[in-house]
């Protein structure tokens, strides 16, 4: 089958670190993608690994190792906006189209 | 910047109506998908189109069909609305993998649909 586990809720302190873990088991790989969705809008998009290693984007970081079949997305210097869910999404080899399989999402509460 | 237009943001229908959601992307992308999300349970894939006419079923199609006749446009219809049905319907395109590494899927803002 395939699967995909994020951490239902996380709460963190605005200007800390957090990092959202992802943990994913799918028929083949072709890349994992991280989204935010603030409540009540479109989901949109963070950040994108298919190699092993580290992806950083300002104050995003996101994470892949392949034979783990592990993700995570750092954030820091937490501001109050990024209360939000994240979106943990993994693109399986699905014969040349751009199919992905979602996460139920991470919902983050940053307090001040 | 991408622009993916979902016709409506709130809709309520009554069960047994033939329901449309209409769905624009304005980026030429082959790719088009139609996804329902509920609590507890993420984004999950009713139906996707990789070109003009051609569709695929998801992980979940039962009660639902679409139609892809332009490029730029992909409707959902709910053939018998039931309750069940009731959830935010979101409508995303991208270019096809090949070229560019990423190619995200860009998102509408998401129909949430109600039925009565």
């Known amino acids: 089958g395939q699967n995909i586990d994020q951490p239902t809720e996380m709460t963190a302190t605005e200007g800390a670190i957090v990092q959202i873990n992802c943990t994913y088991q799918?028929?083949?790989?072709?890349?994992l993608f991280w989204y935010q969705q603030h409540a009540g809008e479109a989901p949109t998009f963070l950040s994108y690994?298919?190699?092993?290693g580290l992806e950083e984007k300002g104050r995003f970081s996101s994470f892949l190792s392949r034979s783990k079949g592990y993700s995570y997305l750092l954030l820091k210097e937490l501001q109050m906006k990024d209360s939000a869910s994240y979106l943990c999404a993994v693109r399986p080899l699905s014969g040349g189209y751009n199919k992905l399989i979602f996460g139920a999402g991470t919902r983050l509460a940053v307090h001040p | 910047d991408v622009k993916v237009t979902q016709s409506s943001r709130y809709l309520v229908k009554r069960t047994g109506e033939k329901v449309f959601l209409e769905c624009v992307q304005d980026m030429d992308h082959e790719n088009m998908f139609w996804y329902r999300q509920d609590p507890g349970l993420g984004l999950r894939l009713i139906y996707f189109?990789?070109?003009?006419?051609?569709?695929e079923k998801g992980d979940i199609p039962e009660g639902y069909s679409v139609s892809r006749e332009k490029k730029e446009r992909f409707s959902l219809i709910l053939e018998s609305a039931s309750t069940n049905q009731t959830s935010m319907y979101l409508c995303a395109s991208s270019f096809p993998p090949g070229h560019m590494k990423s190619q995200p899927q860009h998102f509408g803002d998401g129909t949430r649909l109600s039925i009565l």
């Open positions: 189109s990789y070109d003009v006419k051609m569709k």
């Open positions: 799918t028929s083949g790989f072709n890349g």
């Open positions: 690994n298919v190699l092993d």
